[in-house]
């Protein structure tokens, strides 16, 4: 059996100064989700400056259009383009395949910013007229335009950003250009890196013992990574034999169904019903993870279900507001299971896509647990889909 420390982990303070990118991401988080401006530079020298497309009003673009070396255009990916009516040009969608990838749009004063963040419906599409847009063509985003969008889903944002094109200096580097006008900088690189060395630097930082209705013998550890940015936690009930597979239930936060017990989905029945199969198997580890609305931030989620309720299906939802069906990476669970010694796992899933994840990083599924509920007269339609579309097992 392993030590308690070892098991545990060593519960100490990380040295910042050795962690720049992640903080630079991270401070980039803010500053977007505040409305204010970044500047992202990319390998290849080119640069940009990037407002999130919520928070671009009439001032900030005002702004923008001073500092950038053009005009601004708004990005965004394909399959928001494609929902609020704007055509991608053949040959650009046959390089795109079938990939959800960033589009460059122009933006003349009669096109305006928020187009791309009003809510779609079935029965009530919104369409841009061609003859609105100076230049009726969806371009190829630049990546150092891919990484702006990558940026605003990190920060739970829509997807969509206005970016000012920004001219070479050579007199000065970019980081310097940007300090001198009070601007956040920060490497495409680092941007796109982000979530992985996030998750490799994840640390524990808070050990309790917290007896739960069904599991008394329970604790909780948070785990946060090196730049302070969102914890996840791991609810470890009995006692960890690692060199045995482990009972292991991956989790996604909801805060609709974990805490206000909403009918719309199966997620409080699934975290409780884990809780309890796994203490009566006696241990195992249940991993709360930060990623609301299958990664899209519930802020997100709850637009998707204003969709949802016009008639789209949870999938469509979500690639309607310009997303992924499922936004989510395992890397956190993987690097918390490594850390607590735990590399065969007995995993309590319906969904395919954690075994191979998992599987892909190295953790060894050598059984996947049945884990389903019934319908409740409310959720019928959101099974389904997730059986239908994502390959769910029920």
Same mark, same amino acid.
């Given at each position: 059996?392993?030590?308690?420390?070892?098991?545990?982990?060593?519960?100490?303070?990380?040295?910042?100064?050795?962690?720049?990118?992640?903080?630079?991401?991270?401070?980039?988080?803010?500053?977007?989700?505040?409305?204010?401006?970044?500047?992202?530079?990319?390998?290849?020298?080119?640069?940009?400056?990037?407002?999130?497309?919520?928070?671009?009003?009439?001032?900030? #673009? $005002?702004? &923008?259009?001073? %500092?950038?070396?053009?005009?601004?255009?708004?990005?965004? +990916? =394909?399959? !928001? *383009?494609?929902?609020?009516?704007?055509?991608?040009?053949?040959?650009?969608?046959?390089?795109?395949?079938?990939?959800?990838?960033?589009?460059?749009?122009?933006?003349?004063?009669?096109?305006?910013?928020?187009?791309?963040?009003?809510?779609?419906?079935?029965?009530?599409?919104?369409?841009?007229?061609?003859?609105?847009?100076?230049?009726?063509?969806?371009?190829?985003?630049?990546?150092?335009?891919?990484?702006?969008?990558? #940026? $605003?889903? &990190?920060?739970? %944002?829509?997807?969509?950003?206005?970016?000012?094109?920004? +001219? =070479?200096? !050579? *007199?000065?580097?970019?980081?310097?250009?940007?300090?001198?006008?009070?601007?956040?900088?920060?490497?495409?690189?680092?941007?796109?890196?982000?979530?992985?060395?996030?998750?490799?630097?994840?640390?524990?930082?808070?050990?309790?013992?917290?007896?739960?209705?069904?599991?008394?013998?329970?604790?909780?550890?948070?785990?946060?990574?090196?730049?302070?940015?969102?914890?996840?936690?791991?609810?470890?009930?009995?006692?960890?034999?690692?060199?045995?597979?482990? %009972?292991?239930?991956?989790?996604?936060?909801?805060?609709?169904?974990?805490?206000? *017990?909403?009918?719309?989905?199966?997620?409080?029945?699934?975290?409780?019903?884990?809780?309890?199969?796994?203490?009566?198997?006696?241990?195992?580890?249940?991993?709360?993870?930060?990623?609301?609305?299958?990664?899209?931030?519930?802020?997100?989620?709850?637009?998707?279900?204003?969709?949802?309720?016009?008639?789209?299906?949870?999938?469509?939802?979500?690639?309607?507001?310009?997303?992924?069906?499922?936004?989510?990476?395992?890397?956190?669970?993987?690097?918390? %299971?490594?850390?607590?010694?735990?590399?065969?796992?007995?995993?309590?899933?319906?969904?395919?896509?954690?075994?191979?994840?998992?599987?892909?990083?190295?953790?060894?599924?050598?059984?996947?647990?049945?884990?389903?509920?019934?319908?409740?007269?409310?959720?019928?339609?959101?099974?389904?889909?997730?059986?239908?579309?994502?390959?769910?097992?029920?």
């Amino acid at each position: 059996m392993p030590t308690s420390s070892s098991r545990r982990g060593d519960i100490r303070a990380a040295d910042p100064l050795s962690h720049t990118p992640l903080a630079a991401v991270e401070r980039a988080i803010a500053e977007l989700r505040r409305g204010g401006a970044v500047l992202i530079r990319d390998t290849d020298g080119s640069a940009g400056l990037a407002v999130a497309a919520e928070s671009c009003g009439d001032a900030t #673009l $005002a702004q &923008l259009r001073g %500092l950038a070396s053009d005009a601004p255009v708004l990005v965004t +990916t =394909r399959r !928001r *383009a494609e929902a609020v009516g704007i055509e991608i040009p053949p040959h650009i969608a046959r390089g795109m395949g079938g990939a959800n990838k960033p589009v460059t749009l122009d933006l003349p004063s009669g096109v305006p910013v928020d187009v791309i963040l009003r809510p779609t419906a079935p029965d009530q599409p919104v369409h841009i007229a061609t003859r609105h847009l100076s230049r009726p063509i969806a371009s190829h985003a630049p990546t150092v335009a891919e990484a702006a969008i990558e #940026l $605003a889903k &990190l920060a739970r %944002l829509m997807p969509a950003v206005v970016m000012g094109p920004l +001219t =070479r200096d !050579r *007199a000065r580097p970019w980081r310097e250009w940007a300090a001198a006008r009070d601007t956040l900088y920060v490497d495409a690189a680092d941007v796109r890196g982000y979530e992985k060395l996030a998750a490799s630097e994840l640390r524990p930082v808070a050990d309790a013992r917290v007896p739960l209705e069904n599991a008394e013998n329970a604790r909780i550890v948070a785990w946060r990574p090196a730049d302070g940015g969102k914890e996840h936690l791991a609810i470890v009930i009995g006692e960890i034999d690692p060199t045995s597979p482990v %009972l292991v239930r991956l989790h996604s936060e909801c805060f609709t169904g974990d805490l206000l *017990a909403s009918l719309r989905c199966d997620c409080g029945e699934q975290l409780r019903g884990a809780i309890a199969e796994i203490a009566r198997h006696g241990s195992g580890v249940l991993l709360y993870l930060a990623q609301e609305g299958r990664g899209i931030g519930l802020v997100n989620k709850l637009r998707a279900y204003q969709l949802q309720d016009g008639g789209f299906d949870t999938v469509d939802a979500n690639e309607q507001l310009g997303f992924d069906a499922d936004e989510r990476l395992y890397w956190p669970a993987v690097t918390i %299971l490594r850390q607590m010694g735990i590399a065969r796992i007995r995993l309590m899933t319906n969904n395919p896509e954690k075994i191979g994840q998992l599987s892909s990083y190295g953790i060894d599924v050598v059984e996947r647990v049945r884990h389903v509920f019934p319908a409740n007269g409310h959720n019928e339609k959101y099974l389904r889909t997730k059986a239908e579309k994502s390959g769910h097992l029920f």
